[in-house]
C-alpha cells in the first residue's frame, strides 16, 4: 500500500511540474514579447519608458531568466521525484516557498500602491505629451495608443490644450489620432493611413466624432479587461505551487517509510 501511495505521489508530483514547466515558458514568452513586439512598445513608450534603453532590457531578461528559474525548480522536482532524492526535493520545497513568497509580497505592494502607481502613469503620460511634436518615437506610440484605446490625452481632450499641436501649418486642438476613424484597423497596422471620419466635426469637438475618454482610463479598462484572467492565473499557479510542495513532502515522507 505505501509503494502503492508513493507512486501515485511521484506521478502527481511530475505531472504538476510540467504543468509548471508551461507557466515558465508563459515567462519566458513574454518577456520575449515585450522584446520583440512594436505594438507593445509603443504602451511603455507613452508612459516615458524607452524600450532601447539598457534597464529596459535587464528588465526583460529579469523576466527571462524568472521564467528559466522556474524551469530549474521543475527540474529539481522531477529528478527529486524520480530518483526519490531527498536533498532535491528539499530544495525545490525551498524555493517554491521562495516564489510564493515573492508573489505574496508583489500583490500586497501593487494593491497598497495602486493609487500611487495611477498618479505616476498620469504624470509621465504628461510629460510624454510634451515632446510629442519633437519625438518620433513617442508621436507614433501615442498615435497607436489613441486610436488603439480610442482615447484622447492623458485625462481628457483637453490635456493637449497645454501643447502646440500642428498639422499643415493648421493649428489643431489634439492629434487627428484623437478622431474617430473612418478605417481603425488599418490605420493601427498603418499610422500614415488614419483617416477621420469627419475631420471637421472631430476638431469642433463635436460629440462622436472625436475619444472624449483618457487614455489612463483607457489603460485602467485595458488592464480591467483581462483582470479576471490575470487574477485566475496568478491564484492558479500559486494553487499549483501549493500542491507541489504537499506532492513534494508526501514522496519525503514515503522515502523515510521505506
Same mark, same amino acid.
Not at 505531472?15 to 519566458?28: D, K, R
Not at 513608450?45 to 528559474?69: K, R
Not at 503620460?125 to 513617442?138: F, G, P, V
Given at each position: 500500500?505505501?509503494?502503492?501511495?508513493?507512486?501515485?505521489?511521484?506521478?502527481?508530483?511530475?505531472?504538476?511540474?510540467?504543468?509548471?514547466?508551461?507557466?515558465?515558458?508563459?515567462?519566458?514568452?513574454?518577456?520575449?514579447?515585450?522584446?520583440?513586439?512594436?505594438?507593445?512598445?509603443?504602451?511603455?513608450?507613452?508612459?516615458?519608458?524607452?524600450?532601447?534603453?539598457?534597464?529596459?532590457?535587464?528588465?526583460?531578461?529579469?523576466?527571462?531568466? $524568472?521564467? =528559466?528559474?522556474?524551469?530549474?525548480?521543475? $527540474?529539481?522536482?522531477?529528478?527529486?521525484?524520480?530518483?526519490?532524492?531527498?536533498?532535491?526535493?528539499?530544495?525545490?520545497? $525551498?524555493?517554491?516557498?521562495?516564489?510564493?513568497?515573492?508573489?505574496?509580497?508583489?500583490?500586497?505592494?501593487?494593491?497598497?500602491?495602486?493609487?500611487?502607481?495611477?498618479?505616476?502613469?498620469?504624470?509621465?503620460?504628461?510629460?510624454?505629451? =510634451?515632446?510629442?511634436?519633437?519625438?518620433?518615437?513617442?508621436?507614433?506610440?501615442?498615435?497607436?495608443?489613441?486610436?488603439?484605446?480610442?482615447?484622447?490625452?492623458?485625462?481628457?481632450?483637453?490635456?493637449?490644450?497645454?501643447?502646440?499641436?500642428?498639422?499643415?501649418?493648421?493649428?489643431?486642438? $489634439?492629434?487627428?489620432?484623437?478622431?474617430?476613424?473612418?478605417?481603425?484597423?488599418?490605420?493601427?497596422?498603418?499610422?500614415?493611413?488614419?483617416?477621420?471620419?469627419?475631420?471637421?466635426?472631430?476638431?469642433?469637438?463635436?460629440?462622436?466624432?472625436?475619444?472624449?475618454?483618457?487614455?489612463?482610463?483607457?489603460?485602467?479598462?485595458?488592464?480591467?479587461?483581462?483582470?479576471?484572467?490575470?487574477?485566475?492565473?496568478?491564484?492558479?499557479?500559486?494553487?499549483?505551487?501549493?500542491?507541489?510542495?504537499?506532492?513534494?513532502?508526501?514522496?519525503?515522507?514515503?522515502?523515510?517509510?521505506?
Amino acid at each position: 500500500m505505501a509503494g502503492c501511495c508513493n507512486t501515485i505521489a511521484r506521478g502527481l508530483l511530475i505531472l504538476f511540474n510540467i504543468i509548471f514547466w508551461l507557466s515558465g515558458a508563459a515567462l519566458l514568452g513574454l518577456g520575449i514579447w515585450f522584446k520583440v513586439d512594436k505594438n507593445v512598445n509603443s504602451y511603455f513608450d507613452v508612459v516615458d519608458v524607452d524600450t532601447e534603453d539598457p534597464y529596459f532590457d535587464y528588465a526583460v531578461y529579469v523576466l527571462i531568466g $524568472f521564467g =528559466a528559474f522556474i524551469f530549474l525548480v521543475g $527540474f529539481c522536482g522531477c529528478c527529486g521525484a524520480i530518483r526519490e532524492s531527498k536533498c532535491l526535493l528539499g530544495f525545490y520545497v $525551498f524555493f517554491l516557498i521562495l516564489i510564493i513568497g515573492g508573489e505574496v509580497a508583489a500583490g500586497a505592494l501593487g494593491f497598497i500602491y495602486k493609487d500611487k502607481v495611477e498618479t505616476k502613469v498620469n504624470d509621465l503620460l504628461m510629460e510624454t505629451m =510634451a515632446k510629442y511634436r519633437i519625438s518620433k518615437n513617442i508621436r507614433t506610440s501615442w498615435d497607436f495608443v489613441q486610436i488603439e484605446l480610442d482615447c484622447c490625452g492623458s485625462n481628457s481632450y483637453e490635456d493637449w490644450d497645454k501643447f502646440n499641436i500642428t498639422y499643415n501649418a493648421v493649428r489643431k486642438d $489634439f492629434p487627428a489620432s484623437c478622431c474617430v476613424l473612418v478605417d481603425k484597423e488599418t490605420a493601427i497596422d498603418n499610422l500614415d493611413s488614419a483617416m477621420p471620419k469627419n475631420a471637421t466635426f472631430c476638431f469642433n469637438q463635436t460629440t462622436g466624432y472625436y475619444h472624449d475618454k483618457g487614455c489612463v482610463t483607457g489603460l485602467k479598462d485595458l488592464i480591467s479587461k483581462y483582470n479576471w484572467i490575470i487574477f485566475g492565473v496568478a491564484i492558479g499557479i500559486a494553487a499549483l505551487e501549493v500542491v507541489g510542495i504537499i506532492f513534494a513532502i508526501c514522496v519525503c515522507r514515503e522515502i523515510n517509510k521505506d
